[in-house]
């Protein structure tokens, strides 16, 4: 069974998408992305974080955003922080270098069951 997992910036422009395309064909996840700003491509939902069995948010201010937002929803979901600057375009190498090796780690330990 694959992980669900939800990608989480602002505006849901370059980072989360990234993501989201980079792991869009794997076998060990789903995954998808929002944005926590009302602009974003797709604004984040409670839908969203029902769905996702794991949110990697891109920055500290996303993961309190969703708390502060939907803190009953996300009472059983694990939330990471990437630590992910706002400094990237879509699909920028550095970027796919950066998610790749903070994400690979991540979902190998999710899978595991070593994280809680």
């Known amino acids: 069974m694959r ?10 422009q370059w980072r989360s998408p ?11 996840i789903s995954a998808r992305s929002a944005g926590t700003s009302p ?9 969203h974080l029902r769905w ?3 949110v990697c ?5 996303h993961r309190d955003r969703l708390r502060a937002r939907f803190s009953s929803v996300l009472r059983h979901t694990a939330v990471v922080v990437l630590d992910i600057p ?3 375009r879509f699909m920028d ?5 950066i998610l790749k090796a903070k ?14």
């Open 18 to 28: 990234t993501a989201e395309r980079l792991y869009r064909h794997s076998q060990l």
């Open 3 to 12: 992980l669900n997992v939800l990608f989480v910036c602002s505006r849901n």
């Open 86 to 88: 706002d400094e990237y």
């Open 52 to 54: 996702a069995d794991l």
């Open 103 to 116: 994400i690979d780690p991540l979902i190998a330990e999710y899978r595991e069951g070593d994280h809680g």
């Open 93 to 97: 190498p550095e970027l796919v270098d």
């Open 39 to 47: 602009r974003a491509r797709t604004a984040i939902s409670e839908a």
């Open 57 to 61: 948010a891109m920055e500290t201010k």
